[in-house]
């Protein structure tokens, strides 16, 4: 064959020696990059050199940019060979599915670049592709560098959208051509392209496509297209810029060492110092207990001593109570013997009313009427007979009628007593009987400024996710404004160790005391001390009710978790819920911006002025994915809340009977557990028995999500609760349910599957689920790329320095 025109050079040339002679390649692709940043470009830079070189474009356009590597090398080029050429970059700055989403602090650290380095002729255009379009005319680009969206469908529609751009000098790059995994599709559109046009191909650094659009292509560039029909001499120019490529990867990883050890450096002279520091401290702290204990133990003895006099009162009060208990019982005896006294009595009485009605209506009484009559006693028989039936205990009845002799006398029945009716009730105390109770408070003017954390129980079975989020904003919030914290609880006394093991398990610090109270809503328990500057933070809608009887509503922060709205039906109770949350003077704290969105559009006032959302944190040293053992069998969990009408259980139970009886999760593969709280033995299609799990402590509920492979949690609610994220951060395929603006959540992992809460949708996502559970590298791919928060610090610091700042 012979040589191509374009590479013509010497015949005794060797192959490289030919390839640097007719592409022109000088030290231009030695240059050292001015910008390096983590980036498989890297590897391209070289080639940015030198095709910028070789094309001398009058205008540059890169769609995607990201830190900028490859756009930075291009302007640099631009600015080290003195060209007139204008150089955009086109980019969101949000991320994608494939470079993942990222901050502010990229774009940021771009435009510093830019600003410093190439502001004269670059330009920054934040926007999508489509928009940015809008400002090219057809014909004016010269080189187009396409690094967005790496789908085929993204990437062919952006050529097809920025072709006509093009000039007849236009040249084409398309990155990540020799990438073939997941929906990366930019290798499928090249194949197209490479049917089309000139063409070369780099397969390092991820692979670079680069094609001769024009027609009036420059020489360099027609002797690297030439070049491709013959492997040696693409041999040759592969391997030319893979080698100044790494060279340039390399200097990049000796840059990053470099910072990173000037880091550890400075870190370890400041570890240096703190040591130091934490060494004096600890000499004075010791000191300082030292004293300290001291002062406790006299403190001690003296509570001994006082402690034996409450015994020896506690013990004169019960030696009181006894008696008084037995003069109860005395008097109870009495009592009843009374009553008996008082039964027989009014027998006596009724028996005897009867008797005198008889006489008074007998034959004999009116044949000796005449005879009283004479002897004067038939005047005064009346007032007789009233007397005698009055100390009988009934009215005088009235004159009876004339009976005919012989004719029957009848007795008049004793009509029954009527029950007593029971005392008028007041409105105000009927209304105070059916709504929460106030917190019942007692002032404390000198008291130092605290924040009070106002919940139902801290008890093992209150502590999943609600509580605890409770108790770690609580701590933080009380760290920052430098107060002490106290926990008030209205249904159960506290117990207090709970406290601790939630936050130590959650890495949580708490800095000093905690002090624990339990004030019921029926007068169990204390009044609440509650000095002048003191905040609340309540748990739920009645609590703020609660707070709102004690404290001004500005100095009450609501953290509210759920729609709680929905836990009643249209009525009293639902009324004066919604009017908490349209409480414009209240602060509210929201789990999740998709709740705070919810209340605000359905028009609940107050936490639309006044809500802060955060998005909550599960730890990886509690939430991660544990390996199964060999021969295990999976295991699918099932949230199951028979008591709790918004968890769906029923419909969780029949889309779980439709998944088992089309052949998803047989038995000898999958084990079924059911947990929650009243959940009644079951005997699921195929004689299936769920393990039942009730009232978990907290340590095996982490433990048994930590082993779960698939996961069905329903909650007919627009946020979507804890139990899906703590299964989908723990490595999970989780199934819920769609509900109102909640209808995909896929921006927390790929894992959750949200499918319409009918029967035959809820069984598809199971089945799904199911085939993802067992693709292992998708699955734990999703897992890793997930966006769940894992650190509670970070996740409630920005909710934390607001309400600081609001005071």
């Known amino acids: 064959m012979d040589a191509h025109p374009d590479l013509a050079v010497s015949p005794s040339a060797s192959p490289l020696a030919k390839v640097i002679g007719a592409l022109g390649i000088g030290d231009e692709i030695d240059w050292r990059p001015d910008h390096l940043a983590a980036s498989a470009w890297l590897e391209h830079v070289p080639f940015a050199f030198w095709v910028v070189k070789a094309l001398r474009p009058r205008a540059i356009v890169e769609l995607g940019t990201h830190w900028g590597v490859s756009y930075g090398a291009f302007c640099q080029a631009v600015d080290r060979l003195a060209l007139a050429t204008r150089c955009h970059a086109v980019d969101s700055w949000e ?85 073939r995994q997941d929906d990366f599709g930019v290798w499928r559109l090249w194949h197209e392209i490479k049917a089309d046009h000139p063409h070369f191909e780099f397969v390092h650094g991820h692979g670079l496509g680069v094609a ?97 006099q409450v015994e020896r009162r506690e013990a004169t009060l019960r030696d009181r109570l006894r008696m008084a208990e037995r003069g109860a019982e005395a008097l109870r005896a009495r009592t009843a013997e009374a009553e008996a006294a008082a039964h027989r009595l009014a027998q006596d009485a009724a028996a005897l009313r009867a008797r005198c009605d008889a006489l008074v209506r007998s034959t004999s009484w009116r044949i000796t009427r005449p005879l009283r009559a004479a002897v004067g006693l038939a005047r005064r028989e009346p007032a007789y007979v009233a007397r005698l039936r009055g100390l009988l205990g009934r009215p005088a009845a009235p004159p009876a009628a004339p009976v005919l002799p012989g004719a029957p006398v009848a007795t008049p029945a004793l009509a029954p007593a009527a029950p007593p009716r029971p005392a008028p009730l007041a409105c105000a105390t009927l209304v105070a009987s059916r709504l929460p109770a106030p917190l019942l408070t007692f002032p404390d003017p000198d008291s130092p400024r605290r924040l009070t954390m106002l ?81 609340l933070l309540t748990t739920s809608w009645w609590t703020t009710w609660a707070a709102l009887a004690a404290v001004r509503p500005d100095r009450i922060i609501y953290l509210l978790q759920e729609d709680e709205r929905l836990f009643y039906p249209a009525g009293d109770q639902q009324l004066r819920c919604r009017e908490v949350l349209c409480d414009t003077r209240l602060r509210f704290v929201l789990n999740t911006a998709a709740l ?72 000898e593969e999958w084990e079924l557990h059911f947990v929650g709280k009243d959940v009644p033995e079951l005997v699921m299609p195929g004689g299936v028995r769920p393990h039942v799990a009730e009232n978990l402590p907290w340590e095996e509920y982490a433990a048994l999500v930590r082993s779960v492979d698939v996961g069905l949690s329903l909650m007919y609610t627009p946020h979507p609760s804890y139990p899906p994220l703590d299964l989908a951060a723990s490595g999970a395929v989780v199934v819920t349910n769609r509900c109102g603006a909640k209808t995909s959540l896929d921006h927390y ?46 996740a409630l610091a920005p909710v934390v320095e607001r309400l600081a700042a609001a005071g």
Not at 460 to 478: E, K, P, Q, W
Not at 484 to 510: D, K, Y
Not at 612 to 639: N, Q, V
Not at 765 to 773: D, G, H, M, T, V
């Open 212 to 308: 001769g659009v024009g027609g009036a292509l420059p020489a360099p560039l027609r002797a690297l297209f030439a070049a491709a029909e013959d492997p040696g001499a693409a041999a040759a120019i592969r391997g030319l810029f893979a080698s100044r490529g790494e060279a340039v990867h390399l200097r990049w990883l000796a840059h990053d060492a470099g910072a990173r050890l000037r880091a550890a450096a400075e870190e370890r002279q400041g570890l240096s110092a703190r040591l130091q520091a934490l060494e004096e401290a600890h000499g004075a702290a010791i000191a300082a207990a030292d004293e300290r204990l001291r002062a406790a133990e006299e403190r001690l003895r003296s509570a001994e001593a006082a402690w034996r």
């Open 455 to 535: 919940t139902d129980s801290i008890n093992a079975g209150s502590l999943f996710g609600g509580v605890g989020t409770a108790m770690i904003l609580a701590v933080l919030l009380a760290r920052r404004l430098g107060v002490p914290l106290r926990v008030v609880t209205r249904t159960e006394p506290p117990e207090t160790a709970n406290f601790g093991a939630v936050l130590r398990a959650q890495g949580v610090r708490c800095d000093g005391n905690v002090e624990f109270l339990h004030s019921g809503p029926s007068g169990v328990g204390r009044r609440v001390p509650i000095g002048a500057g003191d905040v």
């Open 749 to 794: 992992c790929r894992n959750i599957l949200c499918a319409e809460p009918s029967v035959e949708a809820l069984v598809a996502a199971l089945a799904e689920a199911e085939a993802l559970a067992a693709d292992e590298p998708r699955r734990a791919a999703n897992h890793r790329e997930a966006r769940i928060g894992r650190d509670w610090e970070a």
């Open 596 to 667: 705070r969105d919810h209340l605000a559009r359905d028009g609940m006032r107050g936490v639309a002025a006044n809500g802060i959302a955060f998005e909550p944190a599960f730890p990886e040293a509690i939430y991660h994915r544990e390996p199964r053992p060999a021969g295990a069998k999976r295991r699918l969990f099932f949230y199951a809340r028979p008591s709790n009408d918004r968890n769906l259980f029923l419909r969780g139970l029949e889309a779980l009977s439709g998944a088992l009886v089309a052949g998803h999760f047989p038995p």
């Open 95 to 179: 991320g994608d599915p494939h470079a993942g989403g990222y901050g502010e602090e990229v774009f940021a650290a771009v435009r510093s670049l830019n600003d410093t380095r190439w502001r004269r002729f670059s330009t920054l255009l934040r926007m999508t592709f489509a928009r940015a379009r809008e400002f090219f005319e057809a014909g004016e680009v010269d080189l187009l560098h396409i690094d967005g969206y790496h789908t085929y469908e993204a990437a062919a529609g952006d050529f097809r959208l920025w072709r006509e751009t093009l000039s007849d000098r236009g040249v084409v790059l398309f990155h990540d051509t020799n990438v």
